[in-house]
């Protein structure tokens, strides 16, 4: 028996360090994803006091996002806001008990 535990403390050992350096790995991917753009970002110019007018295209309408960048920061907002509005149904559906595999009361895993 003494063998079998020594060999679940190794495993178990390491689990833990794979665990480890996993999650390591993950949050140093997460900060160089997040920094290579902030990097990029060219410095604004001072700001000379004075409000630059809203610009507006040649019926009038103002532009809400009048680069690329900005259009497709819109685009990844709008499925971020789909995404989540999806999980929360489904977290509904879940917690209701309206799921056939669900029976809608809380466990612990």
């Known amino acids: ?5 020594a060999g679940a403390a190794t495993l178990r050992a390491m689990n833990v360090t794979s665990k480890l350096l996993r999650s390591s790995a993950a949050a140093l ?7 290579g753009p902030v990097s990029a970002v060219e410095e604004a110019p001072a700001d000379t006091g004075a409000e ?4 507006e295209d040649e019926g009038g309408k103002i532009q809400i996002a009048a680069t690329p960048r900005q259009q497709l920061g819109l685009v990844f907002l709008g499925a971020l806001g789909l995404g989540g509005a999806l999980a929360f149904g489904n977290a509904r559906r879940q ?4 799921r056939p595999q669900a029976t809608g009361e809380f466990r612990w895993r």
């Open 1 to 5: 028996m003494t063998g079998s535990r």
């Open 29 to 35: 991917a997460a900060i160089f994803l997040v920094a």
């Open 52 to 55: 630059a007018p809203a610009e």
């Open 95 to 98: 917690l209701k008990g309206e």
